[in-house]
T-cell receptor
Framework: GESVGLHLPTLSVQEGDNSIINCAYSNSASDYFIWYKQESGKGPQFIIDIRSNMDKRQGQRVTVLLNKTVKHLSLQIAATQPGDSAVYFCAENRGTGANSKLTFGKGITLSVRP | DAGVIQSPRHEVTEMGQEVTLRCKPISGHNSLFWYRQTMMRGLELLIYFNNNVPIDDSGMPEDRFSAKMPNASFSTLKIQPSEPRDSAVYFC?????????????FGEGSRLTVL
């Protein structure tokens, strides 16, 4: 079936190290992908997005990589900080305009050790 | 700027009672989304509106759930009658891109507990 899922439920990293969060998707028709961060007691917050015509996009301390061949998406966080501790979701979008639909993965918890 | 505003933040009710969740999207945004979040199922899209018109309600679990958007600045999600399995955090999100190909701005959620 069509799904967006994450390989690992939790990830623990040392402060200052780089973090890599992975996501697999199964629908090759998906054309837009987003990473969201959700802190405890809050709603998801946009981090970075990438369209299917790109394979890499960089933001401030974050990089998203898209491998359409194997339907894989990853989020890289450089020099991970305690404030990065949260649940991270990948999401895929299918369709266009008013008929587009965003589907979220289950989420992975990132825990930063001091 | 005010973000998406949801109320109530927390609600505890008894099975069979009616629950109404409210959302005020960001001014100027023309798309509004209702999501439900549980540990088992993650974030599920229930329904979304574009220019106050429901576009896709295929995620609404059953007839006990209904959503309205009477104007561009207000939406409600109603559950009647509520059941314990409806316990979840319900998020409202808005977008100004005329669809989901763009950033969604989420509210802080309404945590519903049905006893």
């Amino acid at each position: 079936g069509e799904s967006v899922g994450l390989h690992l439920p939790t990830l623990s990293v040392q402060e200052g190290d780089n973090s890599i969060i992975n996501c697999a998707y199964s629908n090759s028709a998906s054309d837009y992908f987003i990473w969201y961060k959700q802190e405890s007691g809050k709603g998801p917050q946009f981090i970075i997005d990438i369209r299917s015509n790109m394979d890499k996009r960089q933001g401030q301390r974050v990089t998203v990589l898209l491998n359409k061949t194997v339907k894989h998406l990853s989020l890289q966080i450089a020099a991970t900080q305690p404030g990065d501790s949260a649940v991270y979701f990948c999401a895929e979008n299918r369709g266009t305009g008013a008929n587009s639909k965003l589907t979220f993965g289950k989420g992975i918890t990132l825990s930063v050790r001091p | 700027d005010a973000g998406v505003i949801q109320s109530p933040r927390h609600e505890v009710t008894e099975m069979g009672q009616e629950v109404t969740l409210r959302c005020k999207p960001i001014s100027g945004h023309n798309s509004l989304f209702w999501y439900r979040q549980t540990m088992m199922r993650g974030l599920e899209l229930l329904i979304y509106f574009n220019n106050n018109v429901p576009i896709d309600d295929s995620g609404m679990p059953e007839d006990r759930f209904s959503a309205k958007m009477p104007n561009a600045s207000f939406s409600t999600l109603k559950i009647q009658p509520s059941e314990p399995r409806d316990s979840a955090v319900y998020f409202c999100a808005s977008s100004g891109s005329g669809g989901v190909s763009g950033e969604l701005f989420f509210g802080e959620g309404s945590r519903l507990t049905v006893l």
